[in-house]
């Protein structure tokens, strides 16, 4: 299977979304998405009864969608916007290596 970049993702959706779309309007397909999530996992953790056959891993990639194209739309890089805020956890929970870090020394490691 191809590897599959949010910069690759991004130019899709905002192909896809280009005419006829805002973000408020895809804002609300992504909060009946999340409604979706919660109801899988109501179901998984035995608060709700199955009702109908509906997958976490699809309800997640909807949600990532969404939010995705949210993105596109309105010109975020999301791979540097991830990294910047996942800095910015880094230094104010004390965490360490940041994602950055991780991803240099995933880099090295494959060298």
Do not use: C, W
């Amino acid at each position: 299977m191809n590897q599959l970049t949010f910069e690759e993702l991004q130019r899709y959706l905002s192909l896809k979304y280009k005419e006829g779309r805002t973000s408020s309007a895809l804002f609300m397909k992504l909060v009946e998405e999340v409604g979706e999530v919660a109801e899988v996992l109501n179901q998984l953790e035995g608060r709700k009864t199955k009702v109908d056959h509906i997958s976490l891993e699809e309800e997640l990639v909807d949600v990532i969608h969404y939010t995705v194209a949210i993105a596109s739309l309105n010109n975020i890089d999301l791979t540097s916007a991830i990294i910047e805020k996942d800095k910015k956890a880094a230094l104010k929970y004390n965490q360490s290596p940041n994602l950055e870090g991780f991803l240099i020394n995933q880099n090295k490691q494959h060298q």
